[in-house]
């Protein structure tokens, strides 16, 4: 079964800096989606960025970018110049996009990440 | 504006008490899908659809009900709410073929069972 684990529960930066969010994921697949939402105190889950793990090239949205590590089943968000508006809870998800599933989305449990002033 | 609705956004209810959450996507999606997220268990999907009249099991279904007769609309029914269903709902759509998989959810519906 696959697995998304985000080992960080809580974490903070200052305004402007830069914070990387960590989320590693086990499966046995080939072809499958990653992506990252954001969940603010508002409670809508957005979606922030996507990955397809036939791609190399790590996916970039503005301030937002991916570390995919497919061998290390790794994939790490990047946040730089941090805002204000960027506090929120960050999750994790995994797609297989295997034949006779339901493509459901599995989900880590999150990472609580504050952005002081 | 490309949305999905659920109704209501909060609900107090007493156990055995039937209740439905609606929800409904303006997107023309095939897919649709019921999550509750509870804290330290994260997002479980209960139940989805990958299109009119075709409804499956998720991971948590029990004493849940679901229904598909429009391609829009996709409620959710329980029929004798117990407090352990007290959670935060999400109702979340897509198109079923291929172009990013892109999930777009509700805004939740906080349920509370006395």
């Known amino acids: 079964a696959q697995t998304v684990t985000q080992s960080q529960p809580e974490m903070s930066v200052q305004e402007a800096e830069t914070v990387t969010l960590s989320c590693t994921y086990d499966?046995?697949?080939?072809?499958?989606?990653l992506f990252w939402y954001k969940q603010p105190p508002s409670r809508q889950m957005i979606l922030v960025i996507r990955?397809?793990?036939?791609k190399q090239q790590n996916a970039t949205e503005n301030r937002f970018s991916v570390n995919f590590q497919k061998a290390a089943k790794s994939f790490s968000l990047k946040i730089s110049d941090s805002q204000l508006g960027d506090t929120a809870m960050y999750f994790c998800?995994?797609?297989?996009?295997?034949?006779?599933?339901?493509?459901?989305?599995?989900w880590g449990l999150g990472t609580s990440l504050a952005v002081n002033p | 504006e490309a949305q999905v609705t659920q109704n209501p956004r909060y609900l107090i209810t007493v156990t055995g008490k039937k209740l439905t959450v609606t929800c409904s996507q303006n997107?023309?999606?095939?897919?649709m899908s019921w999550y509750r997220q509870d804290p330290g268990l994260g997002l479980r999907q209960i139940y989805y659809?990958?299109?009119?009249?075709?409804?499956d099991k998720g991971d948590v279904p029990e004493g849940y009900k679901v229904s598909r007769k429009e391609k829009r609309n996709f409620p959710l029914i329980l029929e004798s709410p117990s407090p352990n269903q007290t959670s935060l709902y999400f109702c979340?759509?897509?198109?079923?073929?291929?172009?990013?998989?892109?999930?777009?959810f509700g805004p939740g519906t906080r349920l509370t069972v006395t």
């Open positions: 979340a759509s897509r198109h079923t073929g291929t172009g990013g998989y892109e999930q777009y």
């Open positions: 997107m023309n999606h095939e897919y």
């Open positions: 659809s990958m299109n009119v009249e075709v409804t």
């Open positions: 499966t046995s697949e080939n072809n499958y989606y």
């Open positions: 990955q397809e793990a036939y």
């Open positions: 998800a995994f797609m297989n996009l295997g034949a006779g599933n339901n493509r459901k989305l599995i």
